[in-house]
Protein backbone atom coordinates (compact mmCIF):
# COMPACT_ATOMS: atom_id res chain seq x y z
CA UNK A 1 0.00 0.00 0.00
CA UNK A 2 3.00 2.30 0.88
CA UNK A 3 4.58 1.54 -2.05
CA UNK A 4 1.45 2.59 -4.06
CA UNK A 5 1.48 5.82 -2.77
CA UNK A 6 4.79 6.41 -3.72
CA UNK A 7 4.80 5.23 -6.73
CA UNK A 8 1.36 7.61 -7.26
CA UNK A 9 3.44 10.21 -5.62
CA UNK A 10 6.40 9.71 -8.56
CA UNK A 11 3.74 9.64 -11.38
CA UNK A 12 2.27 12.85 -9.92
CA UNK A 13 5.38 14.73 -9.54
CA UNK A 14 7.63 13.64 -12.31
CA UNK A 15 4.55 12.59 -14.87
CA UNK A 16 6.58 9.25 -15.58
CA UNK A 17 6.73 5.27 -14.09
CA UNK A 18 9.40 4.80 -11.57
CA UNK A 19 12.29 2.79 -12.49
CA UNK A 20 12.20 1.03 -9.56
CA UNK A 21 10.91 1.14 -5.53
CA UNK A 22 12.95 0.70 -2.94
CA UNK A 23 11.56 0.00 0.56
CA UNK A 24 13.87 0.48 4.48
CA UNK A 25 12.10 0.35 7.85
CA UNK A 26 11.79 2.09 10.69
CA UNK A 27 12.99 0.05 13.66
CA UNK A 28 12.45 -0.70 17.40
CA UNK A 29 15.53 -1.27 19.47
CA UNK A 30 14.80 -4.35 21.42
CA UNK A 31 18.04 -3.04 24.21
CA UNK A 32 20.43 -1.32 24.37
CA UNK A 33 20.21 2.16 24.64
CA UNK A 34 23.02 4.97 24.13
CA UNK A 35 25.13 2.35 23.71
CA UNK A 36 26.31 2.86 19.52
CA UNK A 37 28.29 5.90 20.04
CA UNK A 38 30.09 3.99 23.52
CA UNK A 39 31.37 1.10 20.95
CA UNK A 40 28.88 -0.98 22.86
CA UNK A 41 26.31 -3.93 22.06
CA UNK A 42 22.79 -2.93 20.70
CA UNK A 43 19.39 -5.46 19.35
CA UNK A 44 17.14 -3.99 17.08
CA UNK A 45 14.31 -5.53 14.84
CA UNK A 46 13.26 -3.94 11.90
CA UNK A 47 9.48 -2.15 12.23
CA UNK A 48 6.82 -3.77 9.55
CA UNK A 49 6.15 -0.24 8.82
CA UNK A 50 8.21 1.56 6.13
CA UNK A 51 9.63 4.39 3.73
CA UNK A 52 9.57 3.25 0.18
CA UNK A 53 11.28 5.58 -1.83
CA UNK A 54 9.95 5.13 -5.75
CA UNK A 55 13.08 6.09 -7.76
CA UNK A 56 13.89 7.04 -11.43
CA UNK A 57 16.74 8.20 -13.64
CA UNK A 58 17.74 12.02 -14.17
CA UNK A 59 20.43 13.81 -16.00
CA UNK A 60 23.78 13.11 -14.41
CA UNK A 61 24.88 15.43 -11.52
CA UNK A 62 20.72 16.37 -10.73
CA UNK A 63 18.75 15.07 -8.01
CA UNK A 64 14.86 16.04 -7.43
CA UNK A 65 13.30 14.73 -4.71
CA UNK A 66 9.41 14.70 -2.74
CA UNK A 67 7.77 12.96 -0.08
CA UNK A 68 4.00 12.28 0.42
CA UNK A 69 4.60 14.68 3.59
CA UNK A 70 5.82 17.53 2.48
CA UNK A 71 4.70 20.17 -0.48
CA UNK A 72 6.77 21.03 -3.42
CA UNK A 73 10.06 19.10 -4.73
CA UNK A 74 13.57 20.40 -3.67
CA UNK A 75 15.97 20.12 -6.70
CA UNK A 76 19.69 20.16 -6.08
CA UNK A 77 23.20 19.55 -7.76
CA UNK A 78 26.47 18.42 -6.26
CA UNK A 79 26.28 19.59 -2.70
CA UNK A 80 28.51 20.30 0.42
CA UNK A 81 26.85 19.84 3.86
CA UNK A 82 24.65 23.10 4.66
CA UNK A 83 23.94 22.99 0.63
CA UNK A 84 20.39 21.17 1.10
CA UNK A 85 18.36 22.27 4.30
CA UNK A 86 14.94 21.05 6.03
CA UNK A 87 14.20 17.57 5.43
CA UNK A 88 15.31 16.99 1.80
CA UNK A 89 19.01 17.34 3.75
CA UNK A 90 18.46 13.47 4.52
CA UNK A 91 18.26 13.06 0.93
CA UNK A 92 20.81 15.53 -0.11
CA UNK A 93 23.11 14.01 2.31
CA UNK A 94 22.93 10.64 1.54
CA UNK A 95 24.16 11.66 -2.27
CA UNK A 96 26.90 13.76 -0.60
CA UNK A 97 28.36 10.56 1.60
CA UNK A 98 28.34 8.42 -1.17
CA UNK A 99 30.26 11.17 -3.27
CA UNK A 100 32.59 11.43 -0.17
CA UNK A 101 32.84 8.00 -0.01
CA UNK A 102 34.48 7.68 -3.42
CA UNK A 103 31.12 6.71 -5.43
CA UNK A 104 29.79 7.90 -8.78
CA UNK A 105 26.26 8.47 -8.22
CA UNK A 106 23.70 8.39 -10.50
CA UNK A 107 21.20 11.46 -11.35
CA UNK A 108 17.57 10.85 -9.77
CA UNK A 109 14.14 11.67 -9.35
CA UNK A 110 12.42 10.25 -6.32
CA UNK A 111 9.81 10.34 -4.64
CA UNK A 112 8.95 9.14 -0.80
CA UNK A 113 6.11 7.73 1.22
CA UNK A 114 6.37 6.21 4.44
CA UNK A 115 4.54 4.92 7.52
CA UNK A 116 6.74 5.17 9.99
CA UNK A 117 5.86 7.70 12.46
CA UNK A 118 8.16 10.85 12.02
CA UNK A 119 10.10 12.15 15.17
CA UNK A 120 9.00 9.27 17.77
CA UNK A 121 12.15 7.38 18.34
CA UNK A 122 11.05 4.83 15.60
CA UNK A 123 13.63 5.85 12.99
CA UNK A 124 11.56 7.58 10.01
CA UNK A 125 15.20 9.50 9.13
CA UNK A 126 16.80 6.43 8.76
CA UNK A 127 14.39 4.90 6.72
CA UNK A 128 14.33 7.73 4.54
CA UNK A 129 18.14 7.98 4.31
CA UNK A 130 18.52 3.58 3.63
CA UNK A 131 15.32 3.23 0.83
CA UNK A 132 17.08 6.04 -0.91
CA UNK A 133 20.88 4.86 -0.73
CA UNK A 134 20.11 1.39 -1.35
CA UNK A 135 17.76 2.87 -4.22
CA UNK A 136 21.20 4.82 -5.50
CA UNK A 137 23.12 2.01 -5.19
CA UNK A 138 21.32 -0.60 -7.38
CA UNK A 139 20.36 2.19 -9.67
CA UNK A 140 24.36 3.53 -10.49
CA UNK A 141 25.50 -0.10 -9.51
CA UNK A 142 27.68 0.85 -7.13
CA UNK A 143 30.34 -1.23 -5.12
CA UNK A 144 29.26 -0.71 -1.75
CA UNK A 145 28.81 -3.57 -0.01
CA UNK A 146 25.97 -4.10 2.91
CA UNK A 147 28.19 -4.31 5.91
CA UNK A 148 29.42 -0.91 4.99
CA UNK A 149 26.28 0.87 3.94
CA UNK A 150 25.61 2.12 7.59
CA UNK A 151 28.29 4.25 8.13
CA UNK A 152 27.63 6.19 5.06
CA UNK A 153 23.98 6.87 5.94
CA UNK A 154 25.46 7.63 9.36
CA UNK A 155 27.46 10.41 7.60
CA UNK A 156 24.97 11.94 5.84
CA UNK A 157 22.53 12.34 9.50
CA UNK A 158 25.82 13.23 11.51
CA UNK A 159 27.65 15.41 9.16
CA UNK A 160 25.45 16.81 6.19
CA UNK A 161 22.21 17.10 8.82
CA UNK A 162 24.42 17.79 11.86
CA UNK A 163 22.36 15.22 13.99
CA UNK A 164 25.15 13.20 16.41
CA UNK A 165 23.62 10.04 16.44
CA UNK A 166 25.08 6.62 16.58
CA UNK A 167 25.24 3.82 14.07
CA UNK A 168 22.17 1.95 15.61
CA UNK A 169 19.13 3.33 13.69
CA UNK A 170 21.14 2.98 9.98
CA UNK A 171 22.55 -0.65 10.94
CA UNK A 172 19.46 -1.61 11.70
CA UNK A 173 17.37 -0.23 8.78
CA UNK A 174 19.89 -2.12 6.75
CA UNK A 175 20.81 -5.25 8.17
CA UNK A 176 17.84 -6.64 10.28
CA UNK A 177 16.25 -9.70 8.89
CA UNK A 178 12.43 -10.70 9.25
CA UNK A 179 11.76 -12.82 12.78
CA UNK A 180 15.19 -11.93 13.81
CA UNK A 181 16.74 -9.03 16.00
CA UNK A 182 19.84 -7.82 15.21
CA UNK A 183 23.19 -8.06 17.98
CA UNK A 184 25.62 -5.39 16.53
CA UNK A 185 28.92 -4.51 17.84
CA UNK A 186 29.18 -1.19 17.77
CA UNK A 187 32.70 -1.30 17.67
CA UNK A 188 33.62 -4.19 14.89
CA UNK A 189 30.59 -4.11 13.34
CA UNK A 190 29.73 -7.79 13.30
CA UNK A 191 26.86 -8.71 13.47
CA UNK A 192 24.51 -11.84 14.56
CA UNK A 193 20.91 -12.55 13.81
CA UNK A 194 19.06 -13.75 16.74
CA UNK A 195 16.07 -15.59 16.50
CA UNK A 196 13.11 -13.00 17.43
CA UNK A 197 9.83 -15.31 16.60
CA UNK A 198 7.61 -13.54 19.06
CA UNK A 199 4.45 -15.15 17.45
CA UNK A 200 5.62 -18.38 17.59
CA UNK A 201 5.56 -18.34 21.27
CA UNK A 202 1.97 -16.45 21.58
CA UNK A 203 4.36 -13.33 22.23
CA UNK A 204 3.57 -10.10 20.84
CA UNK A 205 5.93 -6.59 21.09
CA UNK A 206 3.48 -3.63 21.87
CA UNK A 207 4.79 -0.07 20.91
CA UNK A 208 3.17 2.66 22.65
CA UNK A 209 3.77 5.85 21.13
CA UNK A 210 3.81 8.50 23.93
CA UNK A 211 3.25 10.81 21.91
CA UNK A 212 4.59 13.62 24.50
CA UNK A 213 6.48 17.10 22.42
CA UNK A 214 9.86 15.72 22.49
CA UNK A 215 12.06 18.60 23.86
CA UNK A 216 15.47 19.41 23.88
CA UNK A 217 16.20 16.36 22.27
CA UNK A 218 19.73 17.99 20.02
CA UNK A 219 20.89 18.99 23.32
CA UNK A 220 20.58 16.91 25.92
CA UNK A 221 21.58 13.76 23.77
CA UNK A 222 25.03 15.98 22.97
CA UNK A 223 25.18 16.04 26.99
CA UNK A 224 24.97 12.60 27.12
CA UNK A 225 27.50 11.99 24.70
CA UNK A 226 30.06 14.53 26.45
CA UNK A 227 29.52 13.31 29.74
CA UNK A 228 29.96 9.34 28.43
CA UNK A 229 33.38 10.80 26.47
CA UNK A 230 33.97 12.09 29.82
CA UNK A 231 33.82 8.67 32.03
CA UNK A 232 36.15 7.15 29.39
CA UNK A 233 38.85 9.22 29.59
CA UNK A 234 38.87 9.48 33.36
CA UNK A 235 38.97 5.91 33.02
CA UNK A 236 41.23 6.02 30.59
CA UNK A 237 39.56 3.45 27.87
CA UNK A 238 39.30 4.56 24.89
CA UNK A 239 35.16 3.83 24.90
CA UNK A 240 33.34 3.03 27.41
CA UNK A 241 32.36 0.02 26.09
CA UNK A 242 35.80 -1.44 27.36
CA UNK A 243 34.67 -1.52 31.19
CA UNK A 244 33.07 -5.08 31.92
CA UNK A 245 30.14 -5.12 34.51
CA UNK A 246 32.58 -6.71 37.29
CA UNK A 247 34.47 -3.66 36.55
CA UNK A 248 32.08 -1.33 36.92
CA UNK A 249 32.53 -0.84 40.89
CA UNK A 250 36.32 -0.08 40.47
CA UNK A 251 35.15 2.09 37.99
CA UNK A 252 33.30 4.31 39.62
CA UNK A 253 35.13 4.82 42.36
CA UNK A 254 37.63 6.67 40.69
CA UNK A 255 35.14 9.14 39.13
CA UNK A 256 34.40 11.98 41.32
CA UNK A 257 31.08 13.69 39.37
CA UNK A 258 28.02 12.24 40.17
CA UNK A 259 26.22 12.35 37.56
CA UNK A 260 29.04 11.55 35.03
CA UNK A 261 29.27 8.09 37.57
CA UNK A 262 25.44 7.83 37.00
CA UNK A 263 25.74 8.46 33.18
CA UNK A 264 28.99 5.35 33.09
CA UNK A 265 26.60 3.18 35.11
CA UNK A 266 23.91 2.95 32.73
CA UNK A 267 26.33 2.00 29.52
CA UNK A 268 28.06 -0.38 31.52
CA UNK A 269 25.00 -2.32 33.31
CA UNK A 270 23.19 -1.86 29.67
CA UNK A 271 26.08 -3.15 27.66
CA UNK A 272 26.02 -6.37 29.68
CA UNK A 273 21.82 -6.58 29.36
CA UNK A 274 22.15 -6.36 25.52
CA UNK A 275 24.79 -9.66 26.36
CA UNK A 276 22.43 -11.18 28.51
CA UNK A 277 19.07 -10.70 26.45
CA UNK A 278 20.82 -12.49 23.17
CA UNK A 279 21.70 -15.69 25.72
CA UNK A 280 18.28 -15.63 26.43
CA UNK A 281 16.78 -15.58 22.66
CA UNK A 282 19.66 -17.82 21.24
CA UNK A 283 18.09 -20.58 24.31
CA UNK A 284 14.59 -19.52 22.87
CA UNK A 285 13.76 -18.38 26.36
CA UNK A 286 12.00 -14.82 24.77
CA UNK A 287 9.47 -14.30 27.77
CA UNK A 288 12.90 -14.51 30.26
CA UNK A 289 14.19 -11.70 28.81
CA UNK A 290 11.33 -8.88 30.21
CA UNK A 291 12.74 -8.72 33.86
CA UNK A 292 16.05 -7.25 31.60
CA UNK A 293 13.92 -4.47 30.01
CA UNK A 294 12.38 -3.47 32.59
CA UNK A 295 15.84 -2.91 34.09
CA UNK A 296 16.99 -1.32 31.56
CA UNK A 297 14.19 1.27 31.76
CA UNK A 298 15.11 1.88 35.31
CA UNK A 299 18.51 2.49 34.35
CA UNK A 300 17.08 4.89 31.44
CA UNK A 301 15.02 7.02 34.19
CA UNK A 302 17.47 6.97 37.60
CA UNK A 303 21.35 7.19 35.79
CA UNK A 304 20.96 8.47 32.36
CA UNK A 305 17.98 10.47 32.91
CA UNK A 306 16.42 11.23 29.85
CA UNK A 307 12.88 9.68 30.66
CA UNK A 308 10.01 11.45 30.47
CA UNK A 309 6.46 11.03 33.03
CA UNK A 310 4.56 10.04 29.64
CA UNK A 311 7.07 7.10 28.92
CA UNK A 312 7.49 5.86 32.47
CA UNK A 313 3.67 6.23 33.03
CA UNK A 314 3.33 3.30 30.01
CA UNK A 315 6.16 1.39 31.36
CA UNK A 316 4.77 1.49 35.36
CA UNK A 317 0.84 0.79 33.67
CA UNK A 318 1.79 -1.85 31.19
CA UNK A 319 3.98 -4.04 33.95
CA UNK A 320 0.90 -3.77 36.46
CA UNK A 321 -1.47 -4.89 33.02
CA UNK A 322 1.08 -8.04 33.20
CA UNK A 323 3.75 -7.57 30.93
CA UNK A 324 6.69 -9.52 31.51
CA UNK A 325 8.63 -6.50 31.09
CA UNK A 326 8.36 -3.02 29.65
CA UNK A 327 11.10 0.29 28.63
CA UNK A 328 11.62 3.50 26.48
CA UNK A 329 12.94 2.29 23.58
CA UNK A 330 14.82 5.35 21.60
CA UNK A 331 16.72 8.29 22.09
CA UNK A 332 14.68 9.64 24.64
CA UNK A 333 12.75 12.43 26.27
CA UNK A 334 9.58 11.58 24.89
CA UNK A 335 8.93 8.87 21.73
CA UNK A 336 8.20 4.93 22.53
CA UNK A 337 7.59 2.58 24.85
CA UNK A 338 7.56 -1.28 24.28
CA UNK A 339 6.30 -3.85 26.29
CA UNK A 340 6.62 -7.71 26.04
CA UNK A 341 3.08 -9.21 26.11
CA UNK A 342 1.27 -12.61 25.45
CA UNK A 343 0.00 -11.48 22.34
CA UNK A 344 -3.95 -11.96 23.59
CA UNK A 345 -3.38 -8.80 26.37
CA UNK A 346 -2.84 -6.46 23.38
CA UNK A 347 -5.96 -4.67 23.73
CA UNK A 348 -6.27 -4.77 28.13
CA UNK A 349 -2.77 -3.49 28.36
CA UNK A 350 -3.62 -0.82 25.49
CA UNK A 351 -6.78 0.18 27.30
CA UNK A 352 -4.63 0.65 30.79
CA UNK A 353 -2.40 3.01 29.07
CA UNK A 354 -4.78 5.06 27.82
CA UNK A 355 -7.12 5.36 30.79
CA UNK A 356 -3.97 6.05 32.77
CA UNK A 357 -2.79 8.80 30.61
CA UNK A 358 -6.66 10.22 30.38
CA UNK A 359 -6.23 10.34 34.16
CA UNK A 360 -3.15 12.35 33.89
CA UNK A 361 -4.05 14.76 31.26
CA UNK A 362 -2.03 13.67 29.10
CA UNK A 363 -2.25 13.97 25.61
CA UNK A 364 -3.97 10.19 24.22
CA UNK A 365 -1.03 7.36 23.36
CA UNK A 366 -0.98 5.16 19.89
CA UNK A 367 -0.46 2.34 20.56
CA UNK A 368 0.00 -0.90 18.16
CA UNK A 369 1.90 -4.64 17.78
CA UNK A 370 5.18 -5.10 15.80
CA UNK A 371 6.57 -8.24 14.43
CA UNK A 372 10.30 -7.92 13.31
CA UNK A 373 10.38 -7.16 9.60
CA UNK A 374 12.76 -7.38 6.52
CA UNK A 375 15.72 -4.67 6.40
CA UNK A 376 16.01 -2.57 3.09
CA UNK A 377 15.39 -4.18 -0.10
CA UNK A 378 14.14 -3.42 -3.52
CA UNK A 379 10.49 -4.41 -4.03
P1 LIG B 1 12.98 9.85 14.00
O1 LIG B 1 14.14 9.36 13.19
O2 LIG B 1 12.97 9.31 15.38
O3 LIG B 1 11.67 9.66 13.32
P2 LIG B 1 14.31 12.34 13.51
O4 LIG B 1 14.14 13.71 14.09
O5 LIG B 1 15.64 11.71 13.58
O6 LIG B 1 13.18 11.42 14.17
O7 LIG B 1 13.91 12.36 11.98
C1 LIG B 1 12.68 12.93 11.56
C2 LIG B 1 12.91 13.85 10.36
O8 LIG B 1 13.28 13.06 9.20
C3 LIG B 1 11.66 14.59 9.94
O9 LIG B 1 11.52 15.78 10.66
C4 LIG B 1 11.96 14.86 8.46
O10 LIG B 1 12.82 15.97 8.33
C5 LIG B 1 12.72 13.62 8.04
N1 LIG B 1 11.84 12.62 7.44
C6 LIG B 1 11.70 11.32 7.83
N2 LIG B 1 10.83 10.65 7.04
C7 LIG B 1 10.39 11.54 6.12
C8 LIG B 1 9.46 11.48 5.03
N3 LIG B 1 8.80 10.37 4.74
N4 LIG B 1 9.26 12.61 4.32
C9 LIG B 1 9.91 13.73 4.60
N5 LIG B 1 10.79 13.86 5.60
C10 LIG B 1 11.04 12.80 6.37
MG1 LIG C 1 16.18 9.71 13.59
Same mark, same amino acid.
Given at each position: ???????????????????????A????????????Y?????????L???????????P??????????????V?????E??????????????V???????? *??????I?? &?????? /?? !? +?S??? @?????????????G??????????????????????A?????D??????????????????????E????????????????N???????????????????E *??A??LG?? &?????S /?? !? +?D??? @????????R???????????????????????R??????????????????????V????????T?L????????M????????????I????????T????????????????A?TV?A !???????
Open positions: MIADAAAEAFRKEYGAEPAGLWAPGRVNLIGEHTDNEGFVLPFAPQRTVAAVGPAAGEWTVCSTFEDGASFGRTPGGVTGWAAYVAGVWALHDAGH *EVPGARAI &ASEVPL /GS !G +LSSA @ALESSVLTALVDLGLDLPVERRPAVAQRAENVYVGPTGILQSASIRCQEGRALFLDCRSYEVQVPFDLAAEGLAILVISNAPHQHVDGEYGARRKSC *EGRLVP &ALRDI /GD !G +LDAL @ARIDDEVVRRVRHIVTEDDRVLETVELLRAGTRDIGPLLTASHVSMRDDFEITEQVDLAVDAAEGAYGARTGGGFGGCVLALDADRAEAVAAVEQAYAQAGFTAPTWT !GPGATRL
